[in-house]
């Protein structure tokens, strides 16, 4: 099963800080339009597919294609967007998060992961595999805010961009940093109040959902379950990490991580690093789009997207099912070509 969690913030809206946050009028509406996607072939809530200022199609086009040529069954759970996607859905009531450097990001963190704890207990009863995804414009931030709070001091997340905002981010940290002030040590052991302070309702979301699958784990056998993501992902296993130390109690779940190799590669992220030392496996999706008639496709090998949506994860799953790579590529360039109508030069 793929659960795709959607979810939106403020900290979005930050100039030059998210693709997405480059028009702020499209924040709202992209990661429900991103679920569209993966869902339906093309948006409902909006009427064009969700692009970056550059042109570039959301990831959303990979994960669909990898869903269509595996049969992959997609369950889109909102957690916090700020408009519903098209039906269907499920409905957390989650709010959408806020800046931190004005206040706390999640006020109802605690909530929200109790919600979320208790819908994966009454979700999800079979004993089968399963992948969580996401779509979060801006989600790269919130995660290296949530990592250095949690003491990953030395880590740096992904962009969606050929250069990372580097700069930026460490501004946002600084000034999240100030206002926290001598109260910033203690989310290092606190990791949903971590997530209420400077993270995002997706995190708390997800980390309520891992942790309602420990329950529901058949017999004494470990859930495994997939992080279908880069950096925010491993945000999320970083906080469930800590969340388990804290609560040792029950069996827990086994995590591994899935991305693309746009992210596996980029140098000026800690993908590996840090996978490293959570001690997740990875395994990353070998895609290749040098040969794309389609430029918003090929620029993929330039730097620009890299991931979003669960796409790395649903190639790794999809190819874990017997479908080649290839054909996914293939099927994600008939894809873009219906929605452009025509090929691009």
């Known amino acids: 099963m793929f659960y795709l969690f959607i979810s939106g913030m403020e900290l979005s809206k930050v100039p030059g800080l998210s693709a997405a946050g480059a028009n702020p009028e499209a924040v709202p509406l992209t990661a429900p339009a991103d679920s569209d996607v993966v869902q339906f072939g093309f948006p409902r809530v909006i009427d064009f597919f969700p692009m970056d200022p550059q042109g570039h199609p959301s990831p959303a086009i990979i994960t669909r294609a990898a869903a269509l040529e595996a049969n992959i069954p997609v369950c889109v759970i909102r957690a916090g967007s700020y408009i519903p996607p098209g039906p269907p859905y499920v409905e957390t009531g989650a709010a959408f998060g806020l800046d931190p450097r004005f206040g706390k990001a999640v006020p109802e963190a605690l909530e929200v992961f109790e919600m979320s704890a208790h819908l994966a207990q009454n979700l999800e009863r079979e004993n089968r595999p399963i992948m969580i995804a996401e779509t979060v414009p801006g989600g790269t931030t919130s995660a290296l805010l949530v990592l250095r709070a949690l003491g990953y001091d030395g880590e740096m997340v992904s962009s ?8 930026l981010k460490e501004q946002i940290w ?17 990791p949903i109040n971590a997530v209420a302070e400077l993270g995002d309702p997706m995190q708390a979301s ?19 379950v997939t992080l279908a993501g880069g950096t925010q992902m491993l945000a999320v296993a970083a906080l469930y990490r800590r969340y388990r130390e804290l609560n040792p109690g029950g069996l827990g779940v086994d995590l591994d991580i899935a991305t693309t190799c746009y992210v596996a590669a980029d140098p000026s992220s800690s993908f590996s690093s840090l996978a490293a030392k959570l001690g997740l496996p990875a395994s990353v999706a070998r895609l290749d789009f040098s040969a794309s008639p389609h430029k918003g496709l090929r620029d993929y090998e330039e730097g620009f997207v890299k ?5 790395g994860g649903a190639v790794v799953y999809a190819e874990r099912m017997g479908v080649p790579v290839e054909r996914i590529i293939e ?15």
Do not use: M, Q, W
Request: net charge negative.
């Open 174 to 190: 600084e000034e999240v940093r100030a206002r926290l002030g001598d109260n910033l040590a203690a989310l290092a052991d606190d």
């Open 160 to 167: 969606a961009g050929p250069r990372n905002p580097i700069d």
């Open 206 to 224: 997800v980390l309520g959902f891992l942790t309602g699958l420990s329950e529901t784990c058949p017999g004494e056998a470990r859930r495994a």
């Open 307 to 311: 991931e979003g949506v669960g796409a």
């Open 331 to 345: 099927r994600t360039n008939a894809l873009y070509s219906e929605f452009c109508g025509k090929s691009e030069n």
